[in-house]
């Protein structure tokens, strides 16, 4: 006498979506959403891309290594398409859920603009977007749009929601975006989560199986330019601290201590910059948006032998409510104005003192005493 329910298949960005009609900030199309059974007996989940043989998604919550990543809710799924595999023109993704009795199908028609770059200037009015995919592109989570920009839905924070925008080609740029955080999940405290973070990432060029490997969807991130980031330090405070890194392991601190207030708009400026010799110069300044922008930078990074030298930007919330606002892209001229001189040091010795400090660019410098 029991009944059986299909799989329900959510999409979400709908079930027409465009991609490259602005350029390409990663090598990854993403299609995705959520996949439910009321029984509880779903069995898979796969895809196929203009009727090639199907390939098996990893879902959230099914025991897979990317569970707890990417897949961070019961039921998610993530495809990662090779634009490669797409060429040009309009390609049909067909999703199919089975469980012990049943099936069902939900299709996605990709419509692929390729052979377009991202120019700058670039601007994003979100209250002027028709969606977000229209404008930039979605790489994880489920996000609203809202005239006052892009936020994580309610109760769906979790682990790196992503939007990406910007090309491929992309080296010298400053970016300007209005941010506002109103809470964190606790959930994003220890373990593999580390802690809750909102940050943007400059040259960025799509998931990789770098630290940490995974299939459908690949969950490394690395190699990047560098991250700007802010991280939360306790459960119990709202208090962080604002850095810039390459990898974990590799990290500028701001050393003024600065913190942000929840509910309050902050305006980030973050700037990637060619620097002969490096891999990079990579700077981050934030100031409320009431008040007048400080002529220093927060915080400046030299890139490493680990930093990309190209690619897009991403906004990044890892268990945080985050609002980002409209967006403007600037191209800049490396080395462009005076230099700067960061991260001076003195080092006392028994007769004397040794001065260190980094310019951002190659210069001749002085000191008086």
Same mark, same amino acid.
């Given at each position: 006498?029991?009944t059986?329910?299909?799989?329900k298949?959510?999409?979400?960005?709908?079930d027409?979506q465009p991609?490259?009609?602005?350029?390409?900030?990663?090598k990854?199309?993403?299609?995705?959403?959520?996949?439910?059974d009321?029984?509880?007996?779903?069995e898979?989940?796969?895809?196929?891309?203009?009727g090639?043989?199907p390939?098996?998604l990893?879902?959230?919550?099914?025991?897979?290594?990317?569970?707890g990543?990417?897949?961070?809710?019961?039921?998610?799924?993530n495809?990662?398409?090779?634009?490669?595999?797409?060429?040009?023109?309009?390609?049909?993704?067909?999703?199919? $859920?089975?469980d012990? #009795?049943?099936? =069902?199908?939900?299709?996605? %028609? !990709?419509?692929?603009?390729?052979?377009?770059?991202? /120019?700058l200037?670039?601007?994003?009015?979100?209250?002027?977007?028709g969606?977000?995919?229209?404008?930039?592109?979605?790489?994880d989570?489920?996000?609203d749009?809202?005239?006052?920009?892009?936020?994580?839905?309610?109760?769906?924070t979790?682990?790196?929601?992503?939007v $990406?925008?910007?090309? #491929?080609?992309? =080296?010298?740029?400053?970016? %300007? !975006?209005?941010?506002?955080?109103?809470?964190?999940? /606790?959930?994003?405290?220890?373990?593999?989560?580390?802690?809750?973070?909102?940050?943007i990432?400059?040259?960025?060029?799509?998931?990789t199986t770098?630290?940490?490997?995974?299939?459908?969807?690949?969950?490394?991130?690395?190699?990047?330019?560098?991250?700007?980031?802010? $991280?939360?330090?306790s459960?119990?405070?709202?208090?962080?601290?604002?850095?810039?890194?390459?990898?974990?392991s590799?990290?500028?601190?701001?050393?003024?201590?600065l913190?942000?207030?929840?509910?309050?708009?902050?305006?980030?400026?973050?700037?990637?910059?060619?620097?002969?010799?490096?891999?990079?110069?990579f700077?981050?300044?934030?100031?409320?948006?009431s008040?007048?922008?400080?002529?220093?930078?927060?915080?400046?990074?030299?890139?490493?032998?680990?930093?990309?030298?190209?690619?897009s930007v991403?906004l990044?919330?890892?268990?945080?409510?985050?609002?980002?606002?409209?967006?403007?892209?600037?191209?800049?001229?490396?080395?462009?104005?005076?230099?700067?001189?960061?991260?001076?040091?003195?080092?006392?010795e028994?007769?004397?003192?040794?001065?260190r400090?980094?310019?951002?660019?190659?210069?001749?410098?002085?000191?008086?005493?």
């Open positions: 006498g029991a059986n329910a299909a799989p298949i959510d999409v979400w960005y709908g027409d991609f490259g009609q602005n350029g390409d900030p990663q990854w199309v993403n299609i995705l959403g959520n996949v439910s009321s029984d509880g007996n779903l898979k989940l796969e895809y196929s891309l203009n090639k043989p390939v098996k990893n879902v959230g919550g099914d025991g897979h290594r990317g569970d990543l990417r897949l961070y809710r019961q039921g998610d799924f495809i990662d398409l090779d634009w490669a595999d797409l060429v040009d023109g309009r390609k049909t993704v067909v999703l199919s $859920a089975t012990t #009795l049943s099936a =069902t199908e939900s299709t996605v %028609t !990709v419509n692929y603009d390729a052979g377009n770059t991202w /120019t200037p670039y601007t994003i009015n979100w209250n002027a977007a969606s977000i995919q229209d404008v930039a592109q979605v790489v989570g489920d996000w749009l809202s005239a006052a920009g892009v936020t994580p839905k309610e109760n769906q979790g682990y790196d929601r992503i $990406a925008l910007g090309d #491929l080609t992309w =080296t010298d740029f400053e970016l %300007t !975006v209005p941010v506002t955080v109103n809470g964190y999940d /606790t959930n994003g405290f220890g373990g593999r989560y580390v802690v809750p973070a909102i940050g990432v400059m040259r960025w060029e799509g998931h770098t630290p940490d490997l995974c299939a459908q969807p690949l969950c490394g991130y690395l190699p990047v330019g560098a991250t700007s980031w802010y $991280a939360f330090e459960k119990s405070s709202e208090v962080g601290q604002f850095s810039i890194w390459d990898k974990p590799n990290k500028v601190l701001d050393a003024s201590k913190t942000l207030n929840w509910g309050q708009t902050y305006n980030w400026k973050v700037r990637s910059e060619s620097l002969p010799g490096t891999k990079g110069l700077k981050m300044k934030v100031w409320p948006a008040a007048t922008e400080p002529t220093d930078w927060l915080v400046t990074m030299q890139g490493t032998n680990s930093s990309l030298q190209n690619g991403l990044l919330s890892h268990f945080v409510d985050v609002t980002f606002g409209d967006i403007t892209v600037l191209p800049v001229t490396p080395g462009e104005g005076p230099p700067e001189i960061t991260n001076w040091k003195v080092i006392p028994p007769n004397g003192a040794t001065i400090w980094l310019t951002d660019e190659p210069a001749t410098s002085r000191v008086d005493y």
